[in-house]
């Protein structure tokens, strides 16, 4: 009695059906349905035992629609039925080609269970697929003449499979509860009124975000805010961009009320990139004040007036106003650091030399020091004989090449001596330096009255 719900033995069906919205997980099923059944399918054909028989039901059930929680705007929604009903059963059965028929009617309870999936075309029109498993309460055999003495619940009774797929439309208005035209199933703010665009929620500042999701509140009309809802600030400063005269300002960058870059010292140079950000320069000079043209040439002539005794780094007492006017200069630039670079003639030997050169650079060093000026803003370098000025083979030459450079820097840059000079030699550089070489004898130094070196 149960091999006709076989695909093969499948005839036509109809009906027509009235869905009540519940909930989100819920609706309630009015169905009424009309449904063929003939087995074997083929007109003219019977069974091994020569039965076969053709049936109508014309059913009523009332049931419940499962759905899947899924938002109830998402285009597809998988559900499970289940309904109890009634069925009203005329079937014909033929034991051979020439009997007379058995013609019967009946009225059983049915059950219905299965699953489908809504496809929702818009808010007025849903397609929908649909398989059901029907189950007739009536005795096995009634349908269709044959007992087969199951003992199973499952199947001591008639029952066949049912597909379907129709078209479902939205009849009447959904409850509205707040008149905004969003009906509450599909409302986020069911008792507010609000914006189809933002769920039914309201959007008092009219920025597109709704209120409950907004951090700003108050944005005046026509402004670009970000995702939540606050005016949007391209370049992160915390001023918002209709209120930002700069709104390119790099990241990290100090600004004003009106979004541009801070500058204190009014030098034209943002203070990002302001050396001294607190004294007006040129923005040739990184913003820092440039050292006026007269103390330029006191710091360029200083070395003639730098004197030590002779072959020792022990300054005498006139290098002491020069080195005293270097000293205000570092107090009234306070940006700026100094470098003082020894140099010697190439009498003598090469490290001895370059080690003199040293100790008068920071002799001269010390002195500064000792007048205030801080360690960190005046370094000092040895050079020896390795930077001459002039012909060493010449006595006027000799002595242009016996000197102490000084040279100011803006503090973090590098060294002036450096930059003139290169790095400072080592005594290891030079050793190595002079192994690589042909051996040259030098003449060796003229005994003299004492004289500058």
């Not at 096995?140 to 439309?169: E, H, M, P, Q």
């Not at 009219?206 to 944005?219: E, F, I, K, L, Y």
């Not at 107090?331 to 003598?348: C, M, V, W």
């Amino acid at each position: 009695g149960n091999a006709f719900w076989d695909w093969k033995n499948m005839p036509y069906s109809g009906g027509i059906d009235i869905t009540r919205y519940i909930g989100k997980v819920l609706d309630i099923k009015l169905d009424l349905d009309y449904t063929r059944l003939r087995y074997p399918a083929e007109s003219g054909t019977f069974t091994g035992s020569g039965q076969r028989f053709k049936a109508q039901t014309y059913g009523a059930g009332l049931g419940f629609k499962i759905k899947a929680p899924i938002n109830d705007d998402f285009f597809l929604h998988p559900y499970v039925l289940v309904e109890p009903g009634f069925a009203w059963v005329t079937t014909d059965r033929y034991a051979s080609p020439t009997a007379p028929n058995s013609f019967t009617r009946f009225g059983t309870f049915t059950g219905q269970v299965g699953g489908g999936l809504d496809f929702h075309l818009d808010q007025n029109a849903i397609l929908y697929v649909q398989a059901t498993q029907a189950y007739l309460q009536a005795n096995d055999g009634r349908l269709d003449g044959i007992d087969n003495n199951a003992t199973t619940f499952w199947n001591k009774k008639d029952r066949y499979l049912n597909f379907s797929a129709g078209v479902r439309a939205n009849l009447g208005q959904a409850a509205d509860t707040d008149g905004d035209g969003v009906a509450d199933y599909l409302d986020k703010c069911p008792t507010e009124k609000g914006l189809p665009s933002l769920q039914g929620c309201p959007d008092a500042d009219q920025d597109g975000v709704a209120d409950a999701d907004d951090r700003c509140p108050n944005t005046p009309a026509g402004v670009r805010v970000d995702a939540s809802g606050c005016p949007a600030d391209s370049d992160g400063d915390k001023v918002p961009d209709y209120l930002d005269k700069c709104p390119n300002t790099p990241s990290g960058a100090q600004v004003d009320a009106t979004g541009c870059p801070l500058d204190r010292d009014g030098d034209g140079v943002p203070d990002f990139q302001d050396r001294c950000p607190e004294r007006a320069g040129p923005a040739s000079n990184q913003g820092c004040p440039e050292i006026k043209a007269e103390q330029q040439q006191i710091l360029k002539e200083a070395t003639k007036y730098i004197n030590f005794d002779f072959n020792k780094a022990t300054l005498k007492a006139s290098s002491f106003p020069r080195l005293d006017q270097l000293v205000q200069i570092l107090t009234e630039y306070p940006d700026y650091s100094l470098s003082i670079a020894g140099h010697t003639d190439s009498k003598g030997d090469d490290t001895y030399n370059l080690k003199l050169s040293y100790e008068r650079a920071a002799a001269a060093r010390t002195y500064m020091l000792n007048k205030g000026i801080p360690a960190a803003r005046i370094e000092a370098r040895g050079y020896g004989e390795t930077k001459p000025l002039a012909d060493n083979a010449t006595a006027a030459g000799q002595a242009l090449n016996r000197r102490v450079d000084f040279d100011p820097y803006l503090t973090g840059e590098t060294s002036a001596a450096e930059v003139k000079y290169g790095p400072a030699p080592t005594v290891a550089e030079l050793l190595k330096g002079q192994a690589q070489l042909p051996a040259v004898k030098k003449a060796p130094a003229k005994r003299r009255p004492a004289t500058r070196r």
